[in-house]
Structures are given as C-alpha cells and as structure tokens.
C-alpha cells in the first residue's frame, strides 16, 4: 500500500476519477448508440452507394465508441494504481 493512499486529498481525487469515468461511459455509450441507428438508418434506407458507405463509418464510429467505453474502467484502475489509490 503507498504512503500516498493514506492522504485525504488522494482519496478525493481517486473519487473524481470515478465519477469522471462514470460520466464518460455514459456519454461513450450514449453516442454508440445513436451511431448504431444512424448505421441501421442507412442500411435499411436502400442500396444507395453513398448511404452505405455513411452507414459504415456510422457501424465503425459505434464500435469505436464502445471500444473505449469498455476500457475507460481499466484506465482508471491503471491511474489509481499509479497514484496509489
């Protein structure tokens, strides 16, 4: 355990960090799935090269955005290891 752990002010950082990972998987979430149905969107609105091609990055921005979602815990657990939380 560190010397540093025992200090109130790191106890009130480590808590800033969890809300700030709270909060941004939330929002990381929110957004892979408004990208999801803007792809399903595309993809059913018909063979238009164009849309297709939008409801692909749409598909890939939505996978990203989950991606990060799922690893922002391990972030944070990584920097509170660093700092001693």
Not at 33 to 48: E, F, H, M, N, Q
Request: no cysteine; glycine share 10%.
């Amino acid at each position: 355990m560190s010397l540093l752990a025992a200090d109130p002010g790191m106890d009130r950082i480590v808590s800033i960090l969890d809300g700030l990972r709270n909060a941004l998987v939330a929002v990381l979430v929110t957004l892979s799935v408004v990208a999801l149905t803007y792809a399903v969107r595309y993809v059913i609105a018909g063979g238009d090269i164009a849309g297709v091609e939008k409801a692909k990055g749409a598909a890939k921005s939505a996978v990203i955005g989950l991606t990060l979602a799922l690893l922002a815990p391990v972030v944070v657990s990584l920097v509170k290891r660093i700092i001693g939380g």
